[in-house]
């Protein structure tokens, strides 16, 4: 099968060098791969995605009231679920591909979809009293700039709940990334997908990401309080929940 270009950079210290380019590698991704997104990740995942995404709603409950948004939107799969449980409040979805948004625009026709970069979100501060992030800060140019962002928009109380496939440290996990991510997700998703080069670049970019553990050490020296998080089925995706602190009286 044909290498489709440009393709998105890997590794982080690359990525920030040249962060316009990586950009319009991850655009040029997925809208190509925009038209069976969904289908490839329910097989890929049996179905788990949709499974863990709720997880992320559930972990949101508590927020305070306010706007929602949910960021590297994608195909709104997550951005559905917030406005079905919050349909009093705003959900807003923010991601670099328009075409992937408009795949998803029959899930969650109340949600406002705006194409913008996670690392340098287009709203005032205080904002939003939650969001959310699903399979999408392994793509950002800097995972940094986007908790940084995430912080300044969110109210005091606000809470960040992010979904990633972390780079696995487990014996267990790191096993299962091998013996699957590593070998039969890419060959199944050049065949569900027709883009061998987009499930390629996945196995490489969790191999090059974050692990679970200093995702949540990431949130906590950019400024968020009462970190935690946990790996979902094993380890093959990991979530992390962070606070923004309340204003000192």
Same mark, same amino acid.
């Given at each position: 099968?044909?290498?489709?270009?440009?393709?998105?950079?890997?590794?982080?210290?690359?990525?920030?060098?040249?962060?316009?380019?990586?950009?319009?590698?991850?655009?040029?991704?997925?809208?190509?791969?925009?038209?069976?997104?969904?289908?490839?990740?329910?097989?890929?995942?049996?179905?788990?995605?949709?499974?863990?995404?709720?997880?992320?709603?559930?972990?949101?409950?508590?927020?305070?009231?306010?706007?929602?948004?949910?960021?590297?939107?994608?195909?709104?799969?997550?951005?559905?679920?917030?406005?079905?449980?919050?349909?009093?409040?705003?959900?807003?979805?923010?991601?670099?591909?328009?075409?992937?948004?408009?795949?998803?625009?029959?899930?969650?026709?109340?949600?406002?979809?705006?194409?913008?970069?996670?690392?340098?979100?287009? +709203?005032? %501060?205080?904002?939003?009293?939650? /969001? #959310?992030? =699903?399979?999408?800060?392994?793509?950002?140019?800097?995972?940094? &700039?986007?908790?940084?962002?995430?912080?300044?928009?969110?109210?005091?109380?606000?809470?960040?709940?992010?979904?990633?496939?972390?780079?696995?440290?487990?014996?267990?996990?790191?096993?299962?990334?091998?013996?699957?991510?590593?070998?039969?997700?890419?060959?199944?998703?050049?065949?569900?997908?027709?883009?061998?080069?987009?499930?390629?670049?996945?196995?490489?970019?969790?191999?090059?990401?974050?692990?679970?553990?200093?995702?949540?050490?990431?949130?906590?020296?950019?400024? +968020?309080? %009462?970190?935690?998080?946990?790996? /979902? #089925?094993? =380890?093959?995706?990991?979530?992390?929940?962070?606070?923004?602190? &309340?204003?000192?009286?």
């Amino acid at each position: 099968m044909q290498t489709l270009s440009p393709i998105p950079e890997p590794s982080l210290d690359a990525r920030r060098n040249e962060p316009r380019a990586h950009d319009a590698g991850v655009r040029a991704m997925f809208s190509r791969i925009a038209p069976r997104y969904d289908l490839v990740n329910r097989i890929l995942s049996g179905g788990l995605d949709q499974r863990w995404r709720h997880r992320v709603v559930s972990e949101v409950a508590g927020a305070p009231r306010g706007p929602r948004l949910d960021v590297c939107a994608g195909t709104l799969d997550l951005a559905a679920m917030l406005a079905a449980v919050t349909p009093k409040e705003r959900v807003v979805a923010v991601d670099l591909t328009p075409e992937m948004m408009e795949r998803g625009r029959a899930k969650a026709p109340s949600v406002e979809t705006i194409v913008g970069d996670a690392c340098a979100l287009p +709203f005032e %501060d205080e904002t939003f009293g939650a /969001v #959310t992030c =699903g399979f999408g800060v392994r793509n950002v140019s800097a995972p940094d &700039a986007f908790a940084r962002e995430a912080l300044r928009v969110l109210v005091p109380g606000g809470v960040l709940v992010v979904l990633e496939a972390f780079r696995p440290e487990r014996a267990l996990s790191a096993f299962m990334h091998r013996a699957y991510v590593g070998r039969v997700f890419p060959m199944l998703g050049a065949i569900a997908s027709r883009d061998r080069a987009a499930y390629d670049y996945f196995v490489r970019s969790v191999g090059s990401f974050l692990t679970r553990r200093e995702g949540e050490k990431l949130f906590s020296t950019t400024g +968020f309080c %009462d970190v935690r998080g946990y790996d /979902v #089925t094993l =380890g093959m995706a990991g979530i992390v929940i962070g606070t923004k602190p &309340a204003r000192s009286r």
